[in-house]
């Protein structure tokens, strides 16, 4: 297992190379409020090394977990106390430390590495401007389904989304797993953190995007300093378009009749054991209670298992044929009878039937012609000769 305090022995050097970054790279934090002498009385002062007269008395130190995909990266990028065994990074102070608050920063540099930011990044959190937020968003929603589309809106095609909201409010985030790791000033972390609460909450990010981009050009009028800008903000509806559902569906509900007084409380397991007397009961009785009914539930099932298994050796029913009618005189009269009406009937269809040849043969005979009317010859028609071609 490494054992190497190169973090924490050289604490001191970080810290006193933050100060010239931040002072280059960082916009200086300090508020506006200035007093009549032109000095801002917010202003933190600088830290420095001749500050510290005497070396600490007691040794603080910090350990987080690291996943295992980790493991070879933090052991060739960082120089601290590597636990492989339980996965454990420690930072922690020695006797040539002047800077107390740096190991406050070196703990928040090895969250932001077992978070999966990369050494260069993560080590920027060194700078006294430079603060960092590990946000949870893992409980904000019960579906993953739905979990990792709302996460995957955050991020947006390549990465677009995520480093919209970076340039807008001046942070580094990064998206890993249940958690989003942020790192800038407080103000920006504090507009990161409600994108993404608000994100996971279904609100989209975009919202928010075009929010902070006209509160971008408002801060370069400095008319609007000291006014409200509400009436420049977009103001977005929610709208929660419901599913329809079939109107099958629907059931009724019926009302219930009107009652002043309450429902009647429910028994709790002691009032159930005093109406039934197992309460009295001593413990030996109530085991051999439970035992029994224990068994009769056993005896059951198990009865209801063999009836099971017979069903399959159960002949299938067979379909009953028709019982002989047995003729008597009466239904020979009566057999008789429909006999006779059948016939007639029979006949009369005949009788239709030949009625309506006779119509049809007499309908397909040609006209009676007068014998002048024979004899008249009818012109005949020319043929039409063809024209040559």
Not at 259 to 271: M, N
Not at 339 to 368: D, G, H
Request: net charge positive.
């Amino acid at each position: 297992m490494p054992d190497i305090c190169g973090l924490a022995l050289n604490m001191g050097d970080l810290a006193e190379d933050s100060t010239k970054a931040s002072a280059e790279d960082i916009p200086s934090a300090e508020v506006t409020a200035t007093t009549a002498q032109g000095k801002s009385k917010w202003k933190v002062p600088e830290w420095k090394p001749t500050d510290m007269l005497h070396p600490l008395l007691e040794e603080s130190s910090f350990a987080t977990l690291f996943p295992k995909y980790r493991e070879n990266y933090l052991r060739e990028g960082i120089a601290c106390v590597l636990d492989l065994v339980e996965g454990s990074m420690t930072v922690k102070t020695t006797r040539k430390t002047w800077d107390p608050y740096t190991v406050i920063r070196a703990r928040d540099l090895i969250k932001l590495l077992a978070r999966s930011v990369p050494f260069p990044q993560a080590a920027k959190i060194l700078q006294d401007d430079m603060f960092c937020e590990i946000v949870k968003i893992g409980n904000t929603v019960r579906n993953k389904e739905r979990f990792l589309k709302r996460r995957q809106r955050l991020i947006g095609p390549n990465g677009n989304t995520l480093k919209a909201i970076e340039l807008l409010t001046g942070t580094y985030m990064m998206v890993q797993g249940s958690t989003v790791a942020v790192m800038g000033s407080q103000k920006g972390i504090r507009e990161a953190k409600r994108v993404i609460d608000d994100c996971m909450h279904n609100i989209h990010p975009v919202y928010h995007i075009k929010e902070l981009m006209i509160k971008r050009e408002l801060a370069k009028d400095p008319t609007l300093k000291h006014e409200s800008w509400d009436r420049f903000l977009p103001h977005f509806k929610k709208r929660n378009v419901k599913s329809k559902k079939p109107a099958g569906d629907k059931q009724k509900k019926k009302k219930k009749e009107y009652t002043p007084f309450p429902p009647a409380p429910q028994l709790s397991k002691i009032d159930l054991q005093l109406e039934s007397g197992e309460y009295f009961l001593s413990a030996e009785a109530k085991k051999a209670r439970e035992q029994e009914r224990k068994r009769k539930a056993q005896v059951e099932k198990q009865v209801a298992k063999e009836l099971e298994r017979e069903k399959e050796f159960v002949a299938p029913k067979e379909a009953s044929r028709p019982a002989k009618r047995v003729r008597t005189e009466d239904s020979a009269a009566e057999g008789k009878v429909d006999r006779a009406a059948e016939m007639r009937q029979i006949e009369e269809l005949k009788e239709k039937f030949k009625k309506r040849k006779a119509e049809r043969e007499e309908s397909k005979k040609p006209p009676k012609q007068d014998a002048e009317e024979l004899y008249i010859e009818k012109p005949k028609k020319k043929k039409k000769q063809k024209e040559p071609k």
